[in-house]
């Protein structure tokens, strides 16, 4: 998808994007270092988008592990689709129902979450259904790695897994922080 069609998309569904721009090269880099690949059997993907960061997880993800992407936004599913990766599957779902997918897929627990779905506008429960999710389905060790715009939601995280650790990443519009927590 363009830039301009990417923007129109980010204005027409403002409330389940929350942005206009897809995550920048830094931003995607940065998300994808919290990951240890070498120990990764199953990574989950929240809010996909186009693929942007998915392109950067498939790139070192092992040739045996699996990346199970969800998306709600039927637009970008169909160019995920077009991902022509045995590794990937898409849950054209919302995130909440990880676990029935992950179960599904005859796993019971995820090495990592990479999330860059926008919680600071969606309905506060559904967010923290969603993130309690990741928290109960991450393994011992297993990371959380979550983008955001500002820090106003950092402390769901701290109540949640107990721990954030925070790094911020200039180049992208708008600049983002990328929050880690780790599961105890
Ligand atoms: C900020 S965009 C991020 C897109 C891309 N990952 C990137 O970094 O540029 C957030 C994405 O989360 C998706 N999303 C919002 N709510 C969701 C939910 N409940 N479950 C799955 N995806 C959701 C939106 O459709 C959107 O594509």
């Known amino acids: 998808m363009n830039r301009i069609d990417y923007l ?6 403002l409330k ?13 880099k940065n998300m994808v270092s919290h990951v240890n690949f070498s120990d990764a059997e199953l990574i989950v993907e929240l809010g996909a988008g186009d693929g942007v960061i998915t392109k950067y997880i498939l790139r070192k993800l092992k040739p045996d592990a699996k990346l199970l992407v969800f998306e709600v936004n039927p ?8 991902i022509k990766d045995p590794r990937l599957i898409l ?8 676990g029935e997918y992950v ?7 995820v090495d990592y979450v990479i ?3 926008p919680f600071v506008v969606l309905p506060k429960q559904l967010g923290l259904d969603i993130i309690g999710k990741c928290h109960d389905y ?3 060790g297993g990371r959380f790695v979550q983008l955001h715009y500002s820090l ?21 519009i708008p600049p983002a922080f990328v929050l880690v927590s780790e599961k105890r």
Do not use: D, H, W
Not at 75 to 82: N, P, S, T
């Open 138 to 140: 991450l393994k011992k």
């Open 8 to 13: 129109r998309e980010g204005i027409k569904n």
């Open 103 to 109: 179960e599904k897929m005859g796993f019971t627990k």
């Open 152 to 172: 106003v939601a950092k402390n769901i995280y701290e109540r949640i897994f107990g721990n954030v650790n925070i790094s911020f990443v200039p180049i992208n």
């Open 16 to 28: 389940t994007m929350g942005t206009i721009a897809r995550s920048s090269r830094q931003l995607c």
């Open 91 to 98: 849950a054209e779902a919302s995130a909440e129902k990880l």
């Open 75 to 82: 637009k970008f599913c169909m160019i995920l689709r077009q």
């Open 115 to 117: 999330s860059a779905i």
